[in-house]
Structure formats: C-alpha cells, structure tokens
C-alpha cells in the first residue's frame, strides 16, 4: 500500500474535507506491471492544491455539468484527487519515446473529462504528451506550482500573441495577481517590452502586480472597470487591444465590451461568464446559458464577416508553444505556502483553496 489522500463518497459542495481521508493502508501502490504502452509510473516528489481539484471531487466542475466530473468514488473504487505534480518516473511504458527511468518531470493528469487518477498519492501514473522535463535548476516545489499556471497562461498566451504583433498595443489582464495572471503579466512584459500593460487587482496587490511588469494597475474594488478607464484622464486612448480575463463572471464580459477596441480586439477567458465556477451547481438552464454563452456564441460571433472583436476560452488539455515558451523565461508564480504530506496540513490548504484566500499557490511536499 502507499500512502494517499483519497474519498469513498462525493461529498457536498464546500464538505470536502468532512470526506478526505490519508492514510497508508488503502491504495495499493502503482507499480510498472499496470502500465499501458503509452503510460509512465511517477514517484510523486510534490503536488500543487487547486481549485478545480476541490470541484472535481465533490462534483463541481464547470458547474456540475455532467461530462466534467470524476467517476463517482465509493468504497470498492476510491477517489484520489488532484492534478498537478512533479516527481521522478520510475518505469515507462513500451511504446514511450521521450522519458527515460530516473527523469525528473512535472505535468498534470486530467481527472475531468479523461478521468485519469489524481497525484495526491506517492506515485501515479502519467500520460506523457502532459509532462515536461524538470529543468535542473527547478525544484520539485517549484515545477509542481508552475504546472496550471503554465498550461493555462500558456493558451492565453498564444491566443493572446496575433494581436500584439506590433508590440506596443494595450492589453488588460484581470486577476492580474492571480497564479495565472501573474505569470500572463510577466511572460507578455517579457516577449514585448513596449506593451502597455494595465492590471486590474485590488489595491493591496498593486506594487506586486506592477513589480512583474504592468505599466499602470485598476482596482476591481472602486466600481466596473470600464467607468475607470473611460472616466480616467490619463488614458489618451481608453480602447484595449486585448483583454485576458482569469477571473470570469458577466460582469466583466459585460465592463470588456466596452472599453475593447471595437473592430480588432481579442477577449480570451479562461473561466468564461461565472465567477467562481464551481462554488454552486448549475440547474439546467443555467449550465445550458453557460455553455452557451462561453463556448457557442463566441464560435459563432468569430465566423461572421467584417472586422470585429474576437471571443476565446482558454481550455487547454496538454502544453502548448506558450507553454514552452514561458518556461525557457523562467517565469516562476509565487507560492504562498509549502506543507508537508499530513492529514491536518492538507484539509487546511484544501479549505483554504477552496475560499479563493490563496494569494500564491499551495504546494505538498512528499519530500518534507
């Protein structure tokens, strides 16, 4: 057996840790024998905790929507939640290329919609077109904090990238001193120098969020944003060219559309039109407007004629270019707090997670 953090039910919105239980007797321990061809076996060095881990385990995701969640754990078949990790593989499956026994990696395993097994484990089993290689002078700690960042920020980059060919537009990143929008900031400060960068945080993140590089910041507390921008006499131009959105809900969609440059800008979220996906299930009209919203009406608006302002979700399943790009930057999010594999620590990070009070990305350390 090995040593893991698992469930036996579905717990409640918000209950997830009334659920969680660690211990070293139930799961057995992965060895290479279960591998498939196309399969690697990871010693677990570190995990990072989530939000959409939290909504995957008790059934959350995206709302509730049905396609997105994790089988439905039980006793017999226990859940072992998470997705982000870094570790050593310790045996590759016959037809993997890329990986060598002994190789450090870090990368993710997806729970919704493929339904792979969680990392919040002492070993798992990965697929390898969502690893990468650990560079030498990362850490375990630091490769398990970068994984959602960069897979996301890494797909909002890339969308982001045709429209700043020039290097000098405006964009706008909400939840800029978020995990994701940290590392949007300073991989786009990094690639374009001349970018005017505007942060939209509160106004206790605002020396951080202009130390990684925004050139001026708005706090999402003084109103819309779009009555700042339009009422400020220091912009001389109040359009944006992009605006990358890691926060979500209508509210923003709604602020976006008017302070976007009406027949070339570029909106890229990653959440789409509820804030806070995943605190509430959605009846089936409210998941219907969602999809709808999100995904539909944004493929429809981008075919039609004429010059007009583009709509995208960022939803990656593996690396992109952006990806690889931000880690030859080393683009580092920051971390708020590293704890060790124990019962306690863990259901503390989780809630904490969970309330969106994280200011920086929790991280397990195996190795602790």
Same mark, same amino acid.
């Given at each position: 057996?090995?040593?893991?953090?698992?469930?036996?039910?579905?717990?409640?919105?918000?209950?997830?840790?009334?659920?969680?239980? /660690?211990?070293? $007797? *139930?799961?057995?321990?992965?060895?290479?024998?279960?591998?498939?061809?196309?399969?690697?076996?990871?010693?677990?060095?570190?995990?990072?905790?989530?939000?959409?881990?939290?909504?995957?385990?008790?059934?959350?995701? /995206?709302?509730?929507?049905?396609?997105?969640?994790?089988?439905?754990? $039980?006793?017999?078949?226990?859940?072992?939640?998470?997705? !982000?990790?870094?570790?050593?593989?310790?045996?590759?499956?016959?037809? %993997?290329?890329? #990986?060598?026994?002994?190789?450090?990696?870090?990368? #993710?395993? &997806?729970?919704?919609?493929?339904?792979?097994?969680? =990392?919040?484990?002492?070993?798992?089993?990965?697929?390898?077109?969502? /690893?990468?290689?650990?560079?030498?002078?990362?850490?375990?700690?630091?490769?398990?904090?970068? +994984?959602?960042?960069?897979? +996301?920020?890494?797909?909002?980059?890339?969308?982001?990238?045709?429209?700043?060919?020039?290097? *000098?537009?405006?964009?706008?990143?909400?939840? &800029?001193?978020?995990?994701?929008?940290?590392?949007?900031?300073?991989?786009?400060?990094?690639?374009?120098?001349?970018?005017?960068?505007?942060? +939209?945080?509160?106004?206790?993140?605002?020396?951080?969020?202009?130390?990684?590089? !925004?050139?001026?910041?708005?706090?999402?507390?003084?109103?819309?944003?779009?009555? $700042?921008?339009?009422?400020?006499?220091?912009?001389?131009?109040?359009?944006?060219?992009?605006?990358?959105?890691? %926060?979500?809900?209508?509210?923003?969609?709604?602020?976006?559309?008017?302070?976007?440059?009406?027949?070339?800008?570029?909106?890229?979220?990653?959440?789409? $039109?509820?804030?806070?996906?995943?605190?509430?299930?959605? *009846?089936? /009209?409210? !998941?219907?407007?969602?999809?709808?919203?999100?995904?539909? %009406? =944004?493929?429809?608006?981008?075919?039609?004629?004429?010059?007009?302002?583009?709509?995208?979700?960022?939803?990656?399943?593996?690396?992109?270019?952006?990806?690889?790009?931000?880690?030859?930057?080393?683009?580092?999010?920051?971390?708020?707090?590293?704890?060790?594999?124990?019962?306690?620590?863990?259901?503390?990070?989780?809630?904490l997670v969970a309330a969106h009070r994280a200011k920086g990305k929790i991280v397990v350390n195996l190795e602790a």
């Amino acid at each position: 057996m090995m040593k893991a953090a698992y469930i036996t039910s579905r717990p409640d919105i918000g209950k997830l840790t009334e659920h969680l239980q /660690l211990d070293e $007797t *139930t799961i057995p321990t992965l060895t290479a024998s279960e591998l498939k061809p196309n399969q690697v076996l990871i010693h677990v060095k570190a995990f990072s905790i989530n939000i959409d881990d939290v909504n995957v385990a008790q059934g959350s995701m /995206l709302g509730g929507i049905g396609i997105a969640q994790a089988p439905y754990p $039980t006793k017999s078949n226990p859940h072992v939640p998470g997705s !982000a990790y870094s570790g050593t593989i310790q045996a590759v499956g016959s037809k %993997v290329t890329d #990986f060598l026994k002994g190789d450090r990696v870090f990368g #993710f395993n &997806a729970q919704p919609f493929l339904h792979e097994m969680g =990392p919040w484990a002492e070993r798992t089993i990965g697929n390898p077109k969502n /690893l990468l290689k650990l560079p030498n002078n990362f850490t375990f700690v630091q490769g398990a904090a970068l +994984v959602m960042p960069l897979v +996301v920020a890494g797909d909002m980059y890339d969308l982001a990238v045709p429209s700043v060919a020039m290097g *000098t537009e405006r964009v706008m990143v909400l939840g &800029a001193s978020g995990g994701i929008g940290s590392v949007l900031v300073q991989a786009l400060r990094k690639k374009f120098p001349k970018l005017h960068i505007v942060g +939209v945080c509160s106004s206790k993140s605002n020396d951080f969020v202009m130390k990684l590089g !925004a050139n001026s910041t708005i706090d999402y507390n003084k109103g819309p944003i779009h009555v $700042t921008v339009l009422g400020s006499s220091a912009n001389d131009n109040s359009n944006f060219d992009v605006i990358l959105d890691c %926060v979500g809900g209508y509210d923003y969609y709604q602020s976006a559309e008017k302070i976007l440059a009406p027949r070339t800008g570029t909106f890229i979220t990653c959440t789409g $039109t509820e804030q806070w996906i995943g605190d509430r299930m959605f *009846t089936r /009209l409210e !998941a219907f407007q969602y999809l709808w919203q999100t995904f539909m %009406v =944004p493929l429809i608006y981008n075919r039609l004629p004429g010059k007009h302002p583009y709509y995208y979700f960022a939803g990656p399943m593996t690396f992109g270019e952006g990806s690889r790009m931000i880690m030859e930057q080393k683009t580092i999010p920051g971390i708020e707090k590293v704890i060790p594999f124990e019962e306690d620590a863990l259901k503390s990070a989780i809630n904490l997670v969970a309330a969106h009070r994280a200011k920086g990305k929790i991280v397990v350390n195996l190795e602790a």
